[in-house]
């Protein structure tokens, strides 16, 4: 269309000119010394169009000619560019659907066209991984920083995501320890720092980071609240497998105190104590923790707890149990510690109560065993067996039944006869 129009516009000017020349054509004279050229002016005008029209498509010819080797390289590269990129997301769509050789393959085949070369460097160092080639790897890592190395946080994330991956414990600890001096509040940088201390059992180092991560706001302090509580807990458990010794200096110098009173970091204190033999201090704890929070695993513990005065701790027990009246752990505490004080019949009916409520395996266990020393063998045996059932998964938890006139049981201690120290079943120890 625009073609047509210059046309028309041409042969619009061209009639113009010829109804102008009709009326007074005039002439062109060119003289030179001896010679001289005469010619209609409308003629002259044709010639120079003609002339400059010549002239233009010499030089667009020439310029086209001078231009033909840039053109032809430009779109050499172009066209490279474009396989490299197309290569390059193969790779990548290889990589994720997990043909690692293939991916490497693409990735490295025209990485030296491509216009991201860090992205074909770090694909082939997760591709290499995955094929388990870890030197190589490293390899394509160290090339990655070298095309891109105002990018070097980003790589030594991966670096050290992929050294973790690859079991490289001490590797990835120091790839982290020289991003922490690079990048000191990134979060990405403190929790791949945290992991690595729980994956090498750090704890101290993780207490320690967790005070920096709190600082920086990396992460939600719930998650840092619990990462903390965590450190000092296993720091606690590791003194209670090595050197009980350490247990107070952690307890009273290492543990801040707002977190004295968090049931897990309490649990894992008084389990320690329990196994250093520190039974009152334990047991004081441990009730004082069970004032603030009721904890099943506190419950338990406290149960397990041989303190110098049983009694008063049962009276506790049966103080929460008022509270508490079917908690199964608190009713298998109430058991074991009637044992203790030789309350006999109690104790059966709190445990009895307690594995009618779904109290743990150990409750059978205990059951079992006092009524062996009350001489009630066959019962016992029955108690055993369930409870073996139970840990199988083949229990149908039926009702308590009397094993010898086969009626329920009683299941309910306030609902118990007198059976204090001075009944018969009392008395009898084991």
């Not at 201690?413 to 120290?421: E, N, R, T, V």
Request: net charge neutral; charged share 25%.
């Amino acid at each position: 269309m625009k073609w047509f129009v210059f046309a028309l516009l041409f042969l619009a000017l061209g009639v113009g000119a010829a109804l102008w020349a009709v009326d007074d054509p005039g002439y062109v004279l060119i003289a030179r010394e001896r010679w001289s050229l005469e010619m209609a002016f409308s003629a002259f005008l044709v010639l120079l169009t003609l002339a400059f029209l010549a002239v233009y498509l010499c030089m667009r010819v020439l310029v086209f000619i001078l231009h033909t080797p840039r053109s032809v390289r430009v779109k050499r590269e172009t066209y490279r560019l474009r396989r490299a990129r197309r290569e390059q997301t193969t790779g990548i769509l290889r990589l994720i659907e997990g043909t690692p050789e293939e991916a490497r393959r693409l990735l490295l085949a025209h990485v030296a066209d491509s216009d991201s070369k860090v992205i074909n460097y770090l694909g082939a160092s997760l591709a290499t991984q995955r094929m388990g080639e870890l030197e190589q790897r490293d390899g394509f890592l160290h090339q990655a920083l070298k095309e891109a190395p105002e990018a070097g946080l980003a790589i030594g994330l991966m670096q050290a995501e992929l050294q973790g991956g690859a079991k490289q414990r001490e590797q990835a600890s120091a790839t982290l320890g020289r991003l922490v001096e690079q990048a000191p509040r990134n979060p990405r940088v403190l929790e791949l720092t945290m992991k690595a201390y729980r994956a090498v059992g750090d704890w101290k180092g993780m207490a320690a980071m967790v005070r920096s991560v709190r600082r920086a706001h990396a992460l939600p302090e719930d998650d840092i609240r619990a990462m903390e509580v965590e450190s000092y807990t296993e720091m606690l458990r590791g003194a209670a497998a090595s050197d009980f010794s350490d247990l107070s200096f952690i307890w009273d110098k290492v543990i801040p105190r707002r977190l004295r009173k968090e049931p897990e970091l309490v649990e894992a204190y008084g389990r320690a104590l329990l196994g250093a033999r520190e039974m009152d201090r334990c047991e004081s704890n441990v009730r004082s923790a069970l004032k603030h929070s009721w904890q099943p695993g506190l419950v338990e513990l406290y149960g397990r707890i041989e303190g110098n005065d049983p009694a008063a701790q049962l009276r506790h027990v049966e103080d929460w149990l008022k509270q508490h009246p079917k908690d199964p752990v608190l009713l298998l505490a109430a058991g074991r510690l009637a044992i203790r004080n030789r309350i006999w019949g109690r104790a059966r009916s709190y445990l009895e109560s307690a594995i009618n409520h779904g109290a743990p395996l150990e409750a059978y266990l205990e059951l079992g065993r006092l009524l062996e020393d009350l001489d009630e063998s066959d019962a016992a045996t029955g108690f055993y067996r369930r409870g073996l059932e139970n840990l199988l998964g083949d229990a149908d938890r039926p009702a308590l039944q009397d094993h010898a006139t086969g009626t329920p049981r009683l299941t309910d201690p306030a609902q118990a006869p007198d059976q204090g120290a001075g009944s018969t079943a009392d008395s009898k120890e084991s």
